[in-house]
């Protein structure tokens, strides 16, 4: 049986549900702000088993990057406090920010690994790249964004280039006359 706890405070509010793995779930939630739970339909595999399997990932990323290695391990950690609740439904609680940038729908696309990069970052990672993550603080980064990508497409003398993991022109810079691949 489910956790009762966790059914009395999912009971109190109403919830949309869709499955993380459903492709369509993240138009559902565009430009809506407000809380969130992830929640445990259906368990799979045992955590330890789980964490059995995870094994040879992590020694394979300790032997490549040690650094990799730890910061798996610990984004890994969560699992494990999966075993204290072996009956919990309830996996993660959340809210979304409130300007348009940071709705459910981006949460949600975050949470499901969405961003585009994230696994070619990953695979770079694994083995044994050192990548780093600059800012720039600024009030208008689109308009930022879109002079960088100018910038590089310049630097590089090349028409329409973009950095490597880039798909898409931001779409401020397809209105302003940039040129199309
Ligand atoms: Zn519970």
């Given at each position: 049986m489910p956790c009762a706890n966790c059914q009395r405070v999912l009971g109190r509010v109403k919830w949309n549900c869709v499955e993380?793995?459903?492709?369509?779930?993240p138009e559902q939630m565009r430009n809506k702000t407000g809380v969130y739970a992830i929640v445990i339909r259906k368990r799979g595999l045992q955590i330890d088993t789980i964490r059995e399997r995870l094994k040879p990932l992590l020694e394979h990323c300790n032997t490549i990057s040690p650094e990799g290695g730890r910061f798996l391990q610990r984004r890994l950690c969560?699992?494990?406090?999966i075993r204290q609740h072996p009956k919990c439904v309830i996996l993660y609680i959340g809210r979304s920010g409130t300007s348009p940038d940071r709705t459910l729908h981006h949460r949600f696309k975050e949470l499901s690994g969405?961003?585009?990069?994230w696994p070619a970052l990953w695979a770079l990672l694994y083995h044994g790249w050192k990548l780093e993550f600059c800012w720039h603080e600024c009030p208008d980064p689109s308009t930022m964004e879109c002079t960088l990508m100018r910038r590089f497409c310049r630097e590089h003398n090349a028409s329409p280039m973009k950095p490597a993991l880039n798909t898409n022109w931001p779409p401020k810079c397809r209105r302003n006359d940039l040129p199309t691949e």
């Open positions: 993380f793995t459903d492709e369509n779930a969560p699992l494990d406090r969405g961003h585009p990069i």
